[in-house]
């Protein structure tokens, strides 16, 4: 749930708001502007922008990590008996 605070409507950005709004936005406290009452804009320092793009790397790398480790423990792994059977199962793909 975002706080009532911090919502502003974008129409305020038309009648010189935009400081107002941008001010509000501190490390930990997104502002979110609306438009027909709907989020479309989430406001950000960049403090809090590094932090959740390093946050998205970090789990990249993870997935990275979780991908080699069950392909090196053989859960990627199928094995066929027959070329017959490997063209098969490539066909379906």
């Known amino acids: 749930m975002v706080p009532m605070d911090s919502m502003v ?10 400081n107002a709004a941008f001010a509000k936005a ?15 804009y989430v406001i950000i320092t960049p403090d809090d922008y ?3 793009s390093e946050l998205e790397r970090e789990l990249e790398a993870l997935r990275d990590a979780k991908a080699r480790q069950q ?4 859960d990627y792994a199928k094995t ?4 017959g059977e490997m063209s098969a199962f490539v066909d379906e793909l």
């Open 9 to 18: 409507p974008v129409s305020q950005f038309s009648r010189g708001g935009a």
């Open 26 to 40: 501190t490390d930990g406290h997104p502002v979110t502007v609306l438009r027909n009452n709907e989020p479309v």
């Open 50 to 52: 590094r932090h959740y």
């Open 71 to 74: 392909a090196l423990d053989g």
């Open 80 to 83: 066929f008996n027959s070329v």
